[in-house]
């Protein structure tokens, strides 16, 4: 088949529908910034250029995309086991903050071979055992996890704000809602000079593609995608649905961990105060946009890193308010979800078919 | 006068051509009934009649009027009404709440006391005996079924389409429907009914049309047709497929008991005592049958045997180990094989691929893996061989199995299930849903299995399979087992048993 052939038989969802809602998703935001009384053709260019106009840009909005890739493959990964686990946030925060204890109190006395390692480790584990409580309470009380994953989101926002405002981990000089610095030895290395563009990158497309092959080549991932897809003939089948329940919901946590745990070693390098501008809870926009496939949230991630850049860049060169990005920003969510979701109804249609 | 007629319709799938280049006609106040084998079509023609697919060439004309339908809404507007194979009921809602559903353009507000009324006067005018406050759930399926088309009804439904509703029902079920379905009739509504019984299609069709790989290929008066007939057409000179049974050792039959079920006592979904203290034996080398209608207790004890429900109270022991209260992977493990009653829901997974449904139970033992990894080109080779063996009919094993047709959805299970020549097997309805030929070959395989030694419990709700193939028949009602070999003979009887009219041998 030439390439020609190839093109006019993609389908009209494959080339009108995503064409349709990119010039929607402009067309709004144009409209509501034109309301508001600025230039939208300033806004769009100062956003494209903020995003992809130099290499420094283009290196920040790709480490801007790694927290959105980690979590996303969190929530994707427990999604595909029939779990939803809106708890990411949490997960994310809790790893953070274990991490910040691992970075303070063993990484100085480690060399960074076993730093690094470690103190991700931790941060990993974190989640997975956050995550692990909702998994318990589900198989052992029948407890719904989209609840209970919510509530261990509070929670995990609390102790935070109290690790670090008057809690162990507040800097010793307790000025403000902040930790100190971690161990230099935990710091994640960066790999291009003036860019703070950084190893947690390679690491987490690795882990995707990694994830990937579990679940579609592995007897896990199998037993994993069959609980989630139809847990009663899972269980007919004699695939124990609780030890799947419990294994995805931790990797997935452990996931959400590690992504907080990079996010502190490599560019923060330090807890605060609203340590996460809500990744967890936009990660599920990012499954969904990949259709719950790891190698799709990849680029899913990626998009959400450009418009997180997008919209600094648009506050900072055009003065936009930060709450007028947040408006596009969820403008543009909400029309790329009408087109990710939309695919998931065209599946429910085929199979309400027989 | 023809209130539907279908002029050179296709459809195609991909590279498939489903319906093929159709012409059908149904004429006002006819029964007509569409006959094939599984694959043949006829699912995917009523699909488009009831808009739920779009034919890619040819006219379908309503009372002469040609007709785009492009969705069941459409459909319904038009006057097409359709019972699906799978009931689309909402099962914590009442009779009256799910056929007020049906209907739409009614305005914002329910008005409860206006639904149930209607639906009483409905239910009333055509002898259905239902209750219009009664929750889906509380149902038995003939009811269920009734409440489909009902729904129909409502919506003032003038052809209506039943896609093999006969498969779920027991006999005395089917006289009832065959009755309502004269009724409708005679009231001047046109039903189009399909169906793998001959004998049934004899009973209650004025005309019969058959098709064959998607096409249609013949079509008479039934006043015309006999059922040998009507099965030379549905074959055409296919041989019928023959059994490989090249894996099967003979032992010769033994005395030894594979399963022994003693006193159980087993609770149901809504937590009332669904099978009461039942004691079995199945031995090594036998076909035990359990006949009886749906809901009285049978689905429960087959669940609790392999694992997934829990017996309160009793034994059950295979070859003398207990697997009471055991997992599933223990039980199976043991060499249990189970073929559920409701295989869509229970035995597959439909939007995996037929090779990933061929392995469910398997995808964990040695020779399905290379260490974590799942052993492709194994799994590969395996699942050509049962598609081979089984017929399934599907042009890659790669597909999902919600694209196949209804009962080469089911060919999947018996296939994975059977195949593992497990010591004990565990058959729900396992002919349900089957063309003649197919259900032939589960039957042969159901022997072969015993002259292998291998012990077998049939649960039917169709007394002929259970009588022809069993060595032993129990009958089950209200949670009671009752020993009906001694009567195997004396149709009234063994009716009376069923019905529950004589609990007490
Ligand atoms: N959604 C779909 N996608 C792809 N192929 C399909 C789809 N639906 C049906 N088919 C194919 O079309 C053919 C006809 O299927 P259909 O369901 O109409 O058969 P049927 O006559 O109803 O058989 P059965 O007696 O088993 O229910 C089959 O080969 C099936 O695999
Ligand atoms: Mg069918």
């Given at each position: 088949m030439n390439v020609l052939s190839k093109f006019t038989s993609l389908s009209r969802r494959q080339i009108v529908f995503p064409l349709a809602i990119l010039l929607s998703t402009l067309f709004t935001n144009g409209i509501i910034l034109a309301l508001c009384s600025y230039n939208p053709w300033e806004a769009l260019w100062v956003a494209v250029v903020g995003a992809f106009g130099d290499g420094q840009r283009i290196a920040e909005t790709l480490i801007k995309g790694v927290p959105f890739l980690l979590t996303g493959l969190a929530v994707a990964f427990s999604f595909r086991c029939g779990i939803w686990n809106i708890g990411a946030e949490g997960q994310f925060l809790v790893g953070a903050i274990a991490s910040t204890w691992c970075g303070m109190s063993i990484a100085p006395h480690l060399p960074s071979v076993l730093a690094i390692p470690l103190t991700l480790l931790v941060g990993a584990a974190a989640g997975g055992f956050w995550a692990l409580i909702a998994a318990l309470l589900k198989v052992y009380r029948g407890v719904q996890e989209v609840i209970s994953t919510i509530m261990l989101n509070y929670v995990a926002i609390h102790l935070l704000s109290y690790m670090v405002d008057g809690g162990p981990l507040q800097e010793a000089a307790k000025r403000g809602p902040q930790s100190d610095?971690?161990?230099?030895?935990?710091h994640l290395p960066r790999l291009i000079p003036h860019t703070r563009f950084h190893i947690g990158l390679p690491l987490a497309i690795a882990l995707a593609i990694i994830l990937f092959i579990i679940l579609f080549r592995t007897v896990l991932g199998y037993q994993i995608r069959a609980v989630g897809a139809n847990p009663k003939a899972a269980q007919a089948a004699g695939i124990s649905i609780s030890k799947n329940v419990i294994l995805a919901l931790f990797i997935s946590g452990a996931l959400a961990g590690l992504g907080g745990a990079i996010e502190l070693t490599a560019l923060t390098r330090r807890l605060f105060l609203n340590f996460s501008p809500g990744y967890g809870y936009t990660a599920i926009a990012v499954a969904l946009l990949a259709k719950l496939h790891p190698l799709w949230v990849i680029l899913s991630s990626l998009l959400f890193g450009a418009l997180k850049t997008g919209s600094d860049a648009m506050q900072q060169m055009a003065g936009i308010s930060a709450k007028m990005t947040f408006v596009i920003q969820a403008t543009i969510i909400f029309f790329v979800l009408i087109y990710g979701v939309s695919g998931f109804r065209e599946q429910r249609r085929k199979l309400n078919v027989e | 006068m023809n209130v539907l007629e279908l002029n050179g319709i296709t459809k195609r799938f991909g590279n498939l051509a489903a319906v093929d280049n159709v012409d059908f006609d149904l004429k006002t106040g006819e029964i007509h009934a569409v006959l094939g084998e599984n694959g043949a079509g006829k699912s995917t023609l009523m699909n488009l009649i009831y808009g739920l697919h779009q034919p890619d060439s040819g006219e379908i004309r309503i009372s002469g009027e040609p007709t785009r339908l492009d969705s069941p809404r459409n459909a319904i507007a038009h006057g097409v009404g359709m019972v699906h194979q799978h009931f689309l009921l909402i099962q914590n809602l009442t009779v009256a709440e799910n056929i007020a559903l049906g209907i739409r353009d009614r305005g914002f507000r329910f008005r409860r006391d206006e639904a149930n009324q209607k639906t009483r006067e409905l239910s009333e005018q055509f002898g259905f005996a239902i209750d219009p406050e009664a929750y889906i759930w509380q149902l038995p399926v003939g009811l269920q079924q009734r409440v489909e088309i009902l729904k129909a009804l409502a919506a003032d439904a003038r052809i209506l389409i039943l896609d093999e509703p006969t498969a779920v029902l027991a006999p005395q079920e089917v006289d009832e429907l065959f009755s309502i379905l004269r009724r409708l009739k005679a009231d001047g509504r046109s039903i189009i009914f399909i169906s793998h019984k001959l004998k049934e299609v004899m009973r209650i069709s004025d005309r019969v049309t058959v098709m064959r790989n998607g096409s249609k290929t013949y079509v008479t008066n039934k006043a015309d047709t006999s059922t040998e007939e009507l099965a030379r057409q549905m074959m055409g000179n296919e041989p019928p497929v023959s059994q490989d049974d090249s894996e099967l050792i003979e032992e010769g039959a033994s005395d030894d008991a594979a399963l022994n079920v003693q006193n159980v006592e087993i609770r149901g979904d809504q937590g009332e005592i669904a099978v009461q203290g039942v004691s079995l034996e199945v031995r090594r080398g036998e076909i035990v049958g359990i006949a009886g209608v749906d809901g009285n207790g049978q689905v429960e004890l087959a669940e609790a045997l392999i694992g997934l429900r829990k017996v309160i109270s009793g034994d059950i022991r295979l070859f003398d180990t207990s697997i009471t209260n055991k997992t599933t992977a223990d039980i199976r493990g043991l060499g249990v094989g189970y073929i559920p009653g409701d295989r869509q829901s229970a035995g597959l997974v439909v939007n995996f691929s037929i090779s990933e449904n061929l392995i469910l139970d398997v995808h964990h033992l040695r020779e399905h893996r290379k260490r974590i990894l799942l052993d492709k080109t194994g799994i590969s080779d395996d699942s050509e061989r049962l598609i081979r063996n089984y017929d399934i009919r599907t042009p890659s094993m790669d597909i999902e199995a919600h694209a196949l047709s209804g009962g080469n959805q089911q060919k999947i299970v018996l296939a994975r299930e059977i195949s593992r020549n497990p010591a004990l097997l565990i058959a729900v309805n396992p002919t349900r849903g089957l063309d003649i030929n197919a259900a032939e070959y589960v039957h042969k395989s159901l022997i072969a299995q015993r002259q292998a030694s291998k012990a077998v419990l049939l649960i039917s709700t169709e007394l002929d399979e259970a009588l022809a193939l069993s060595d032993r028949v129990f009958v089950m009602s209200n949670g009671n087992l009752i020993d009906a070999t001694s009567k195997r003979s004396d149709m009234t009887a063994l009716g009376l048993l069923i019905t529950g009219a004589e609990t007490h041998p």
């Open positions: 610095m971690i161990a230099a030895a935990s | -």
